[in-house]
């Protein structure tokens, strides 16, 4: 009879091990609980502070042509925890060394009737939760397709969310602010009115989402190190407040093809009661593999200039010509063409730019327009395709790398796909060739319109790789790589440093479009910029585009100051002064911090955040004692206070502070602003103002 009892209390004991297993983060501060329900449905719940802040949820994955997805009858045949805490620097970021420290499970599922296995991995830090799927090699489970991902996030409540609509082809929308409830009735209108139209649904929304419960929490659901997947999106069911993954589907429908051993993306979950912990987060990055490139010595952060805004405001034109000449005159054949008088990539105008950046201190210049094919893409057929070798008549190639060479500054190249990347991955390597060969080493890439040859989505598994395999390629070449119009970014820069920027949002080129909402820049660092840095071209002065093309009647949303805090505020390595050589001209006082600001940081401190109404950062620029603090305001007006505790003690400074004008508004009086100088040192305060859709900048220079 006691033996029997010892039986069942053993028998007992593993059942509960079984069914749910506990992991605690580090320092305690969260606690997550996997389990699994009677019908052997995996599921997960998450704790903050001894409060749920995501409810029990269903973890699977639904399979095509399949007869018994992941989904259920899973049995736990066993478990693993382990502890990881190292350090590590990265080549270049916001902080120049990062702590990686968490408690990991491992639970290894069985499932009955099927005898297939996955296993669910789930990590937890001091700042969140991340979680993938990961399949083994085995005899029942080699090749599959996913029909649908069903990983679940149940939220607590009815929380404010920052969302753009679930497009597969786009981020470039203005975030709106609701309520969860409110999406479904939000969510058309927000699709219809932006440029893209292709595939919707009517509650999803793109990660990296922001939300803040009633209470003060705050909860950011992404996913990290998305590699050989389908970019992930999330439907929500506003009925009971869960989120569901919802993948990318290609060209067929199919939302995945998979070959074992392999594994998902991690999905993650931040949590914090301080917004600050949100931005400074650094889980997506170490939730990413260590950098597989040995020598990154060649891989530096750059500040630049370009021939480009000029081109979106539509001053100048990409095209040498308003004819089809490859199409109506022969390839190359530009005799019998007319020039179109506006072309900006001209020998004389990128002169005119290399001798500004080069008087100015900028290290390259972004030239676009430089290849033939333009006037065919733009005015004759959506499916021209580009060789990437082939200058205009007026883009002296090598006497341009010479001119800008004897300046000591870089080209930075650009490569327009128009979304043909088969044929881009034909060109790619004599592209990479013809760039090193004439001093190139750096590239922005585009994906502009519809993904040829089949029509796949933007964000799709099929074109997810190609992103990578362009990473990758330029890896073999020396090369950085500025990708515009691709898949969000995931922490994969960690991996690849050589990604030095994306765009994958709305960026400033809307605001010569129509114009972006104020607030637009207080909301990016909780939302795109969790994934990695961002292109975001700033430094416009003059707000009138109509003053650039009278044509042109859009408005920049955004006062001189708040532009100038954004070198600071959004983050990255890679930062252009997109205005003129004209119109800094005009501001030179203010074209200063654009001049002095880093662009490569050793430490830097969130002062205050609320996403869609402030940031305020200060930034210690790397190998210096020097440090940049950046402000962006919403739509009210406000008055944030400094505490300069960051500066070294016993050193003095001296602070320029560029700032808001008592009378300034983005839309009435952008221009306003008032430079001052002050002392401090670490002890010091401040009370400073920002005007709706304004900011302030200041450098803070050690006194010698």
């Known amino acids: 009879m006691k033996n029997l009892f010892f039986a069942s209390l053993i028998l007992f004991a593993f059942s509960t091990v079984a069914k749910a297993q506990q992991l605690k983060s580090p320092e305690g501060k969260f606690v997550m609980e996997f389990s699994l329900q009677n019908d052997g449905t995996p599921t997960y719940n998450l704790k903050y502070k001894n409060k749920e802040v995501v409810k029990t949820s269903k973890l699977g994955l639904e399979l095509k042509d399949d007869k018994k997805s992941l989904l259920n009858d899973f049995t736990v045949v066993d478990t693993k925890t382990s502890t990881f805490d190292e350090t590590w620097k990265p080549v270049w970021g916001e902080v120049d060394h990062i702590r990686n420290h968490y408690n990991e499970l491992a639970v290894t599922l069985n499932q009955k009737g099927t005898d297939r296995q996955i296993i669910i991995r789930f990590r937890l830090f001091e700042d969140g939760l991340g979680f993938r799927y990961e399949f083994p090699t085995q005899k029942n489970l080699t090749y599959f397709v996913i029909k649908e991902e069903r990983s679940q996030f149940a939220m607590t409540g009815d929380h404010t969310a920052f969302w753009i609509p679930g497009d597969y082809d786009t981020q470039e929308y203005d975030y709106t602010k609701s309520k969860l409830s409110e999406i479904r009735g939000l969510s058309q209108k927000a699709y219809t009115a932006n440029v893209s139209q292709r595939s919707f649904s009517p509650t999803g929304v793109q990660t990296s989402l922001m939300l803040k419960t009633a209470d003060g929490i705050y909860i950011n659901l992404h996913e990290a190190a998305l590699i050989n997947y389908s970019c992930m999106h999330l439907n929500l069911d506003d009925k009971n407040m869960v989120f569901e993954s919802w993948l990318t589907p290609d060209a067929k429908g ?189 590239v922005k890439s585009g994906y502009v319109g519809d993904i040829l040859p089949r029509g796949e989505n933007h964000y799709d598994q099929w074109i997810v790789n190609h992103y990578q395999y362009a990473i990758e390629k330029a890896a073999e070449y020396k090369i950085m790589v500025n990708a515009h119009e691709a898949v969000r970014p995931t922490g994969i820069c960690r991996t690849y440093p050589n990604l030095i ?29 969790i994934g990695g840095p961002m292109d975001y071209t700033p430094g416009i002065f003059e707000m009138d585009i109509s003053k650039m093309n009278p044509e042109n009647k859009s408005h920049v949303n955004s006062t001189i100051c708040n532009q100038l805090a954004l070198y600071v505020t959004m983050y990255s390595p890679l930062q252009m002064a997109a205005d003129t050589p004209e119109n800094y001209n005009r501001f030179p006082d203010a074209f200063q911090f654009i001049k002095d600001v880093a662009v490569d940081w050793s430490e830097s401190k969130y002062i205050e955040a609320e996403p869609g109404d402030f940031i305020t950062v200060a930034r210690k620029a790397k190998g210096t004692n020097n440090w940049f603090i950046g402000n962006v305001n919403g739509e009210t007006p406000r008055t944030s206070n400094i505490d300069f505790s960051f500066l070294e003690k016993g050193k003095k400074y001296t602070a320029t502070i560029y700032a808001d004008a008592k009378d300034a508004h983005y839309k009435t009086n952008p221009q306003a602003y008032t430079i001052k100088k002050i002392a401090v040192t670490n002890k010091s305060k401040l009370s400073q103002f920002s005007a709706p859709g304004g900011g302030y900048a200041i450098s803070v220079i050690e006194t010698k």
């Open 501 to 529: 920027g994306n765009e994958a949002a709305r960026g400033t080129e809307y605001q010569a479009f129509g114009g972006s909402k104020p607030n637009h820049v207080t909301v990016l660092p909780f939302t795109r910029l």
């Open 254 to 442: 199919d939302k995945g093809y998979m070959q074992a051993p392999s594994h998902s993306p991690w999905r993650t979950i931040m949590v914090s009661d301080d917004a600050k912990d949100i931005l400074a987060s650094k889980m997506t990055l170490n939730l990413n593999d260590p950098s597989k490139i040995d020598d990154t010595s060649w891989i530096k952060p750059v500040k630049y200039v370009g021939v480009w805004w000029e081109m979106i405001t539509g001053k100048s034109s990409w095209s040498y010509t308003n004819d089809f000449p490859t199409v109506q005159l022969g390839v190359s054949d530009f005799s019998k063409a007319k020039p179109s008088g506006t072309h900006g990539a001209n020998n004389a105008n990128v002169k005119k730019y290399i001798d500004f950046a080069a008087a100015n201190g900028f290290d390259a210049v972004l030239v676009e327009g430089w290849n033939e094919g333009w006037e065919d893409w733009f005015g004759h057929s959506k499916d021209y395709v580009f060789d990437f070798l082939t200058p205009y008549p007026d883009f002296d190639v090598k006497g341009l790398h010479e001119y800008a060479k004897s300046k000591n500054i870089k080209i930075i190249m650009h490569h327009e796909t128009s979304g043909s990347v088969r044929n881009y991955e034909r060109h790619m390597d004599a592209a990479y060739k013809f760039m090193k060969d004439n001093g190139y080493d750096a």
